[in-house]
C-alpha cells in the first residue's frame, strides 16, 4: 500500500500587505519532510501514524506552513502543487492532507480547491481525506473534490493531531470496507469574529462544538464540523460554514442543516464589539491597581500576527506610555531596520531610534515610528522550542532579535512577525515575562493558554491594523452580499 500525505497550510488576508512567497511556507521536502512531521502534532503527524500502522509506504512531497499574510504568490503555490501532483502521478492507495481552508493566491480565490480538483483528476478513483483549520473559509469547491473532511473542534488548536486522526479512521474504512461517504456543506450568509470562537470558555462556539460531537453520535454520521471562518478575506464564500461526513446523503445533509440553523440562531453572539483604545487603557489602569499577583495582559488584536497582522503598529505600546505606565513588556515588534541598530551598538550601549509604524497599511493613515531612547539589553537569534501546548517541541525562529530597556519599558524587536507561542519568545532574549507589570502581545488567542495563567487580567486592545475587529474597515468587493453583520437586511433558511 502506498499513501501519500502532505501538509500546506496558510491563512490569508487579503488586505493584510504583507508578501507570502515560497521562503515564507519554510517548505521541507521529501524525506526530510517525512522525519521532520513524525510524531508531530499536526494533522500530518497523525496522517503518518495512519500510515505506519498499516505498514504503508509513506510518501511526504512537502511539509510547509506559513503565517497568515497576503495572497500566496503564484509561483510559491505552484511548486508546492507541483510536488504533491508529481508524488501522486506514479499510484497510491490514498491520499491524505493537512490543509487549512481560507487559502488565497494571486491567481485562485479558493487556493485549497483548486488543489483538491487538480488532485481529484490526476486520482479520480483514489480516497482523499483532508484536514482543516476552524478558521477555514469552506467552498463547495473543497468539498466535492475529496471523500472526506473535517476541522478542528478546538480554538486556540489543541486538537489538531485529533483530528488528523478522525480524517484517517474514515479513509481507512474505504479502503478496508469499500465506504464511499457522502458529505454535505451548508453556507449560512455570516460572518464571525475571531474574539467569539475560543472553545476553552462558555459562549457561541463552545456550544457550537459541543453540537457538532453530538451530531459525530447520530447513527451514520462520521466527521461533523462548524467552521467559523476566517473574515479578514474577501472572497465570495468567506464565512461560517458547516460540513458533514456521512454513510448517506440523507444523513450528511439532515445533521449538516441542523447545525447550521443552531449557528444562524446565535449569530448576534458571534459579533464582538471592541471598545476604543482608550477605555482598554483605562481597564488596564485600574486592574493594575486593583489585586492580584503576576502582570496586566495586553492584547494586540488590530496587529494580531496570526491573523496576518505586521507587528510593527505602535499603537498600544504608544497609548500605555503616554498613560504613565511602566513596569512594561513588550513584544515582539517587527522592526528590521530596528534589530539591525540595535545589534550593531551591543549589549549596554545607549541608543536613541525609531521602532515600527513601518510598513504601509492600506486604508491606514500612516505614522512615524516610535521615539525611544534607552540601553540595549540584550542581542540574539530569535529562537526558541515551544513548551506547548500548540506546536509542542518545534523550534521557532523569529529571525534576529534585540532588547531595548527604556526604563518605562522593555521592548523585544524581531526581524519576522511571530506570534508569542511560549515564554521562550522572551525568555529566550533574556526577558522574564512574570517580572512585568505591564505585558503586551501582538496576538489575539493562541498566547492564551501560555500566558492568561500568568495574568491578573487581561484587556483586549484594538489598534488600527489589518486584523481589525471592526470589519467596517476593509472594503470588501467580492463577498457574496447581503451577509450577517455588515447587512441589516441579511436572511437566510436552510
Known sequence: MRIVTARVNHETNTFSPLATPLAAFNPVWGGEALAAARG???????????????????????????????????????????????????????????????????????????????????????????ALDLHGNITERMVANCDALAGFKTYPHVDMAETGGLVAGIVGHMLDEGLRPHRAWVHPPMLAHTLRMDTRVPGPMQEAVAAARAAEGRPGVLAATIFGGFSLADLAETGVSV???????????????????????????????????????????????GPGDGPVLLLD???NCMSGGTCDVMDVLAAA???????????????????????????GARV????????????????????????????????????????????????????????????????????PWDLGVFTGSGLDPLSARVLILKSRMYCRPVFEPIARAVVECASRGVTSSDYALFPFEKLARPIFPLDAGAAWAP
Open 321 to 347: 506610555l503616554a498613560a504613565g505606565m511602566d513596569g512594561i513588556v513588550a513584544g515582539p515588534i517587527c522592526d528590521r531596520q530596528a534589530v539591525a541598530i540595535l545589534q550593531a551598538a551591543g549589549v
Open 243 to 289: 460540513t458533514v461526513t456521512a454513510e448517506t446523503q440523507e444523513a450528511a445533509d439532515g445533521a449538516a442543516a441542523d447545525l447550521a440553523r443552531q449557528i444562524w440562531a446565535a449569530r448576534e453572539k458571534f459579533v464582538y464589539d471592541e471598545a476604543p483604545l482608550a477605555e482598554s487603557i483605562a481597564a488596564a489602569k485600574a486592574a493594575l491597581a
Open 301 to 303: 488584536h488590530g496587529d
Open 40 to 130: 508531530s502534532t499536526t494533522a500530518l503527524g497523525a496522517f503518518i501514524r495512519f500510515a505506519e500502522g498499516r505498514g504503508a509506504e509513506i510518501v511526504v512531497p512537502v511539509m510547509a506552513h506559513a503565517n497568515p499574510s497576503g495572497p500566496v504568490a503564484d509561483a510559491a503555490f505552484e511548486a508546492l502543487c507541483a510536488a504533491i501532483l508529481d508524488a501522486i502521478r506514479p499510484g497510491c492507495d490514498a491520499i491524505l492532507l493537512d490543509l487549512h481552508g481560507a487559502m488565497v493566491t494571486q491567481s485562485h480565490d479558493d487556493g485549497e480547491g483548486e488543489l483538491l480538483a487538480r488532485i481529484r483528476a490526476l486520482a479520480p478513483g483514489v480516497p482523499i481525506g483532508v
Open 352 to 419: 536613541e531610534l525609531g521602532i515600527g509604524n513601518r510598513v504601509p497599511l492600506p486604508g491606514f493613515a500612516p505614522q512615524a515610528p516610535l521615539a525611544v531612547a534607552g540601553t540595549v539589553a540584550a542581542v540574539g537569534d530569535g529562537s526558541y522550542v515551544i513548551t506547548g501546548p500548540t506546536y509542542t517541541g518545534q523550534r521557532c525562529d523569529m529571525g534576529r532579535a534585540a532588547v531595548i530597556d527604556t526604563g518605562a519599558a522593555r521592548i523585544l524587536v524581531t526581524e519576522q512577525p511571530h506570534e
